[in-house]
């Protein structure tokens, strides 16, 4: 799990630019699926067939990333942003595109640093002039932030674990999941950062029984935190409701009664903000049952995202274990009028 | 010139009947099949049968005004359809409704305002329209509640071969696709001018689902803010720079072979061109490419002055110059210069 996550998060793979992370997700998981393909939105689709209950698995594989707007003529990059940026966690940081060109991110002078915007800052790439500038980069070209993974006890630091810790839970789960009768459809989507656009479209495609995304959470355990009850460490969580999905309370349910009978630690999910795939998934057509897995995640859309190993093992095995139990179908829809 | 009475003809969004009679008559000579749908997006297919199948689409709304309620002194209360700046109602005139009614947009003379009111834009709740009536009942003979109203404004050259007008975006655009249809391609050519844009993007939805096309090119008008005050960094587009490219909006990123097949067709063909600086607002690629399984999408927009205003400005060069480019990208897509599935 380890060098596959240091892999997926160190891979380029902004919002719309999603081709680099697909095609290492590919190589991971393609002997051990029946098919693999794409589509018009980038998204990457793993089918292992069956008879049995059709689920979808949702990870989205893009992360944030700043999209340049415009090349001065000294050669400094202008951007905006992809996906939610903090401006002073953008301070300093270096960056690279697609074709391996970095930078680093200064501001112009400010009297007051609480007023810093996106407008504020630039890109640097070294160049003089704007003509030796366009020859690394061009408008339009995304970065991202340009991190090596550290390894700091049962933790690791990086860029996109938001949420390439899903991706691997999810490559994870389909290279060891037990011979099922259901027909599993594991989508690594894309532009999830910038509204979910990836999973409409797949599950449109798709049209499953029920989809299920896995992504990271926030938590509440570090000092001074907003409240909430998330814990590194502590398990992944059964999402009960974000901004975007209150889960369907039959699937949270399954989720808990599969953890607690695998003796998997779990913890109920919360998220006063943000949202995730599910939200999009159980939108559409007429309706679809969807929940959530998540990964706790300390500093979210940060380059120094936190997550705990343990808590990626665990929701690979709960993932795992609810991805092979048999689902009876008029258990997943009950009949509330029955 | 056709679009100067497309630019003339009066369509807010949800009443684009004006624009739709205007466009079916110049251009149903042109097209193999002429439909409409519920929401009333007009529909010309050409090359039925042929592949790929390509959407080309314009809407056809403008923004406007609504009338909500009357005084007792018979002025109007209206509120806004889509977005406009309050700033830029005070004292313009307009049409309203089947009749074209003319009033105008009142707001206190400046002899009576109080010195911190002329430091401050008039609120929309704080204007109306005058119909030049002096009872509710007079107000109510000449227009109903639900009526439209749009800025009453002659197109007329200008300058370094300019147009000045209202309603460009996205009157532009249509004419960019009235032109397109005249022509030939070696594709399924599906016309559409879509309604209800301005509100979010209502119109192109229904007509993704309807068409499913295997490729959709919007035509947009864009804003062009090149002028005091901005910084170069933030001109969104500039006028005379030729058509721009959208790379990202608040709905939509462009896929980078839709970029790839853009810029390599504008510069083998030689047309200027140039990207839209901007990563807000939306058009209707974004509900297009979100439709049915996904749908590639592309846009291209004429830049514009003073845009969602009564007086904007756009460049003739730059409009004959996305005609060229709508053209060469359909002819590049004709020749398989897309690949359409499938992107990573």
Known sequence: MKELLKKLSETYGPSGREAQIARVIREEIKDYVDETYTDNMGNLYAVKKGNGAKIMVAAHMDEIGMIVT???????????????????????????????????????????????????????????????????????????????????????????????????VLVKAIQELAITDNEVYAVFTSQEEVGLRGSRVSTYRINPDLGLAVDVTMVGDTPEAPTMS?????????KIKDASVICHPRLKEMLSEIAEKNEIPYQYEVLTAGGTDAGAIHLTKEGIPAGVISIPCRYVHTPGEMVDLEDLEHALKLLKAFLSAPLEMREIFPCHLE | MLLKRLSEA????????EVRSLLKEELALHAEEVTTDALGNLYFKKGIGRK?????????????????????????????????????????????????????????????????????????????????????????????????????????????????GKAFDNRAGCAVLAELLKEEFALELNAVFTVQEEVGLRGAGVAAYRLHPDLALVIETTAAADVVGSKESAYVTKLGDGPALT????????????????????????????????????????????????????????PCRYIHSPASIINLDDWQNTLRLARGILNAVAEGGLRLEGIA
């Open chain 1, 70 to 168: 415009h090349l001065d003529d000294k050669g400094f990059l202008r951007f905006s942003n992809v996906g939610g940026l903090s401006p002073h966690v953008l301070l300093g940081q270096r960056v690279i595109f697609a074709n391996g060109s970095q930078g680093t991110i200064g501001m112009e002078k400010l009297e007051e640093l609480n007023k810093l915007t996106l407008e504020k800052l630039f890109i640097d790439i070294g160049a003089t002039t704007k003509e030796e500038a366009s020859k690394y980069v061009k408008v339009g070209d995304i970065a991202t932030y340009h991190r090596e993974v550290a390894v700091v006890g049962n933790r690791m630091i990086g860029k996109a674990m938001d949420n390439r810790a899903g991706c691997a």
């Open chain 1, 230 to 238: 998330v814990s590194l460490g502590k398990g992944p969580t059964v």
């Open chain 2, 247 to 302: 790379l990202m909006d608040s709905t939509y990123i462009a896929p980078q072979q839709i970029v790839d097949l853009v810029v390599e067709t504008a510069e083998k063909l030689n047309i200027p061109y140039q990207f839209r600086r901007l990563t807000t607002a939306g058009t209707d690629a974004g509900i297009i490419s979100q439709t049915h399984a996904g749908i590639l999408s592309a846009v291209i927009s004429i």
């Open chain 2, 10 to 17: 009066s369509g807010a969004s949800g009443d684009e009947g």
């Open chain 2, 52 to 164: 790929p199948r390509v959407m080309v689409v314009a809407h056809m709304d403008e923004v406007g005004l609504m009338v909500v309620g009357y005084e007792k002194s018979g002025l109007l209360r209206v509120a806004k359809v889509g977005s406009i700046d309050d700033r830029v109602l005070a004292s313009k005139v307009v049409a309203i409704g089947k009749d074209r009614v003319p009033g105008v947009i009142g707001a206190k003379a400046v002899h009576l305002q109080k010195p911190d009111e002329r430091t401050k834009a008039i609120k929309i709740d704080n204007l109306y329209i005058d119909l030049g009536v002096r009872s509710q009942e007079e107000a109510e003979k000449l227009v109903k509640i639900g009526d439209y109203g749009t800025f009453t404004v002659t197109a007329r050259e200008a300058g370094d071969n300019c147009l000045i």
